[in-house]
């Protein structure tokens, strides 16, 4: 029975709430990505899977199901609900064109906001603003935000800057990849960098609750730290946007209220 056990059938949810995707279009580079994940960490064939979700309430849904031992999801997800999910880091994510680590930068209308008392009455407006304790704790940490102020997702971060740069109460966070195409924007010269966030990690792959043993967890750890030395790696790796993993390098206080 414990062989049958260490052998069962895991899924890794992969869940981006806020970015483009379609679950249809990525699931074959999610099937790739988890056979060579498993041959690398000499899995049997057909004891790893992996779907994908684009949103916080199908994300959860998929990790409620005792299958789902594993996650993959950007950092504002895992502060949101690392506690309520008791998610145990097992390694960061490399992601392509942003890296290990990535910071988060609020901007609103030029000579607006002096601070955060300025931000009274303002909604923040963010792809990670489903996630507010991530907003609050870490991407505008050391900040004291006026109790009035509204957090929001924003998945359209273009008319969410226009709204800002016209002049209404509102501030958006953007991430390291929105933050390098603000320059190209017509009204850029509009928008202040208001305030930036330390590096923090982009992406965390973490095991679910005691879903997984330690042994397989062991060996899953040291199969994704190498998944990128061997050509299919690699190429499971690219097709998600991925360069490698490496072990994480989590703020030493992370927020999980």
């Known amino acids: 029975m414990s062989s049958l056990l260490a052998a069962a059938a895991v899924t890794l949810v992969f869940c981006a709430p806020g970015y483009p995707g379609a679950a249809e279009d990525a699931q074959p580079f999610l099937d790739a990505f988890a056979t060579a994940t498993a041959a690398a960490a000499k899995w049997p064939d057909g004891t790893l899977a992996a779907i994908y979700d684009a949103t916080e309430a199908g994300g959860l849904e998929k ?11 950007p950092y504002p997800f895992f502060v949101e609900h690392a506690a309520a999910l008791r998610l145990a880091p097992l390694v960061q994510a490399d992601v392509t064109n942003v ?6 930068t609020l901007y609103a209308r030029k000579g607006k906001v002096s601070g955060p008392a300025s931000l ?3 909604t923040i407006l963010s792809v ?3 996630a507010p304790d991530f907003v609050r704790s870490a991407a505008l940490s050391g900040w004291s935000l006026p109790p009035d102020v509204k957090i929001a997702q924003a998945s359209q971060v273009l008319s969410s800057l226009r709204r800002a740069a016209s002049g209404e ?6 991430d390291a990849t929105q933050t390098a195409s603000l320059a190209s924007l017509p009204f850029a010269n509009d928008l202040q ?13 973490a095991v679910v609750g005691a879903r997984l043993s330690s042994a397989r967890t062991g060996a899953l750890r040291d199969a994704l730290l190498n998944l990128n030395k061997t050509p299919a790696g690699a190429d499971a790796l690219a097709n998600l946007r991925l360069q490698r993993f490496v072990l994480p390098q989590l703020p030493a206080v992370v927020p999980t209220s």
Do not use: H
Not at 99 to 104: C, D, I, L, S
Not at 193 to 205: F, G, H, K, Q, W
């Open 120 to 122: 009274g009455g303002y």
């Open 169 to 174: 109460p509102v501030a958006v966070l953007l």
């Open 193 to 205: 960098n208001i305030r930036e966030s330390p590096p923090l990690p982009s992406a965390i792959l």
């Open 99 to 104: 890296g290990v680590q990535e910071r988060w």
């Open 63 to 73: 990790l409620a199901k005792p299958d789902a031992a594993l996650t993959l999801v």
């Open 128 to 130: 990670a603003g489903y």
